[in-house]
């Protein structure tokens, strides 16, 4: 049966609107004379409509403002990206210079963690006892390596996101939702990929920066090929990682093919990827 979070066990959080705060000589004034000394990452670039205090798992206290969004255009490239979500990387495109491998961060860390959960097990309390300083202290060790973890996942997210948004006007990325793998044996390697995380990331960037960022549906895309579209009579197994068209006799990696198919079902031209102008410019300047 599903278990539920209790109110107890959750982490506080704590919602403002307009009414609720104040920002006066760089400190948040809250509701009930609360007075907050805040040390801000970066300016805020417009006046805030709300904000949302909380606290992680490591005791820290967070204030995440809501401001309206600004566009930071950024100057043509003239090229085009198809993104697909590889097996043996991260992120598999139509540019080799723009290929996500798989950082393997959890990977790296597994030792660590593994020794924070025997210490854990050792001074576990017993049901209905409070937890011992030593397992208190066990247990934000491993919290601190595990933010450590996410915040190194999420820095190569943006990363990459950046790279790709600088230098394509339009970007075709499979919609790829990875939920459905927690249940197979690629659930730990899925995981360490942050594969949701990256594409949230580059769907952010993109409306950050006024790119055309397009989300194509997965279905059949490893099974139709990239040059003349033609679907395979069969599914290819995933130790299979060359797409041969028995139609046009097109041979290229598999996850490579699915990019060039992204982009052909975004409605892009995939001459576009290899250098020429996209197919949309051509018809803006005809028009």
Not at 48 to 53: A, N
Not at 193 to 207: H, N, S
Request: glycine fraction near 10%; charge should be positive; proline fraction near 5%.
């Amino acid at each position: 049966m599903p278990t539920h979070k209790k109110k107890r066990e959750a982490l506080a959080t704590l919602n403002y609107t307009k009414r609720g705060f104040r920002l006066r000589d760089g400190r948040l004034h809250l509701a009930g004379g609360i007075v907050v000394t805040v040390v801000w990452s970066r300016k805020l670039p417009a006046e805030p409509s709300s904000v949302r205090v909380y606290r992680d798992s490591l005791g820290h206290w967070y204030g995440s403002f809501v401001v309206p969004a600004e566009v930071q255009p950024l100057p043509g490239a003239g090229r085009v990206l198809g993104v697909d979500r590889g097996v043996k990387e991260t992120a598999t495109t139509t540019s080799d210079a723009h290929d996500l491998p798989h950082a393997g961060h959890g990977r790296k860390a597994q030792k660590r963690l593994a020794r924070y959960d025997r210490m854990m097990a050792r001074r576990r309390p017993k049901k209905g006892q409070p937890g011992s300083r030593g397992y208190r202290e066990a247990r934000k060790l491993r919290a601190k390596a595990c933010k450590k973890v996410a915040r190194q996942r999420a820095d190569t997210g943006r990363k990459w996101a950046k790279k790709v948004v600088r230098d394509h006007d339009a970007v075709a990325v499979e919609d790829f939702r990875p939920k459905f793998l927690a249940k197979t044996t690629m659930a730990g390697k899925a995981a360490d990929a942050a594969i949701g995380a990256t594409k949230r990331a580059l769907v952010e960037m993109g409306r950050k920066h006024g790119r055309d960022i397009r989300l194509v549906h997965p279905a059949h895309t490893t099974m139709d090929c990239g040059n003349c579209m033609t679907r395979a009579k069969h599914v290819l197994p995933l130790g299979e990682r060359t797409y041969t068209c028995t139609a046009c006799g097109a041979v290229s990696p598999r996850d490579k093919n699915s990019a060039r198919v992204m982009l052909v079902r975004a409605g892009l031209n995939p001459a576009g990827a290899d250098g020429a102008r996209p197919f949309g410019a051509l018809l803006h300047e005809a028009a």
